[in-house]
C-alpha cells in the first residue's frame, strides 16, 4: 500500500499585516542566505575594514599634494617677480634713479632743491583746529630774560653744606 504523502504546510502564526503581500515583503521572504553568501559578506566587510584606513590616507595626502603644489604655484610667481626686479636693478638707468629718489643724490652740475616743509597749509574758510587751552597756546614770558634768570639763580646759589 503506498502511502499517500502528507501535505506539509508551514507552522506560522497568520500575518496580521499586509507585510507579506508587498514587493518588499516577497523579496525579503525569497532571501535566502547560503554559507557562500555568508563568507562573502564576511570578506566584503573584512575588505572594507582593511581598505578604509588606506583611502582616508590617500584622500589625505592627496588633499597635502594639492596644497603643495599651490603653494609651489606660489613661490614660483615670487621667484619670477623677484628675478624682474633684479633685471631692473641691472639697468644703469633704474638704479640711477633709484638712487636720486631714496639717497637724494644728484649728478655732477644738476641742482638738488629740497622742500623743507612740503605740507599743505590750511585753507582760511575751513575750520580750524580746535584749541586745547588758550593759556597752554600763547604765553606773556620773555624767554630770554627768564633763561638769564635761571642761569644768574644757579650760579649765585650758595655753596651746598657737605
Known amino acids: 500500500m503506498a502511502r499517500k504523502r502528507a501535505e506539509r504546510r508551514p507552522v506560522a502564526l497568520a500575518s496580521t499585516d499586509n507585510f507579506a503581500d508587498t514587493i518588499a515583503g516577497n523579496w525579503l521572504h525569497g532571501l535566502r542566505l547560503s554559507g557562500f553568501s555568508l563568507v562573502m559578506m564576511g570578506l566584503l566587510i573584512m575588505a572594507v575594514i582593511v581598505l578604509a584606513p588606506g583611502i582616508r590616507t590617500y584622500a589625505d595626502q592627496r588633499q597635502q599634494i594639492d596644497r603643495l603644489t599651490a603653494a609651489v604655484t606660489q613661490q614660483q610667481g615670487d621667484v619670477e617677480q623677484l628675478k624682474s626686479e633684479r633685471e631692473r ?43 586745547a587751552s588758550p593759556t597752554i597756546q600763547t604765553t606773556n614770558v620773555d624767554w630770554l630774560s627768564s633763561m638769564f634768570a635761571s642761569a644768574m639763580t644757579a650760579g649765585l646759589a650758595p655753596e651746598a653744606a657737605q
Do not use: H
Open 89 to 131: 636693478w641691472n639697468d644703469r638707468t633704474y638704479v640711477t634713479t633709484q638712487a636720486r629718489d631714496r639717497l637724494s643724490y644728484v649728478l655732477p652740475g644738476d641742482v638738488s632743491f629740497l622742500v623743507i616743509n612740503d605740507l599743505a597749509l590750511p585753507v582760511a574758510g575751513e575750520a580750524a583746529v580746535p584749541v
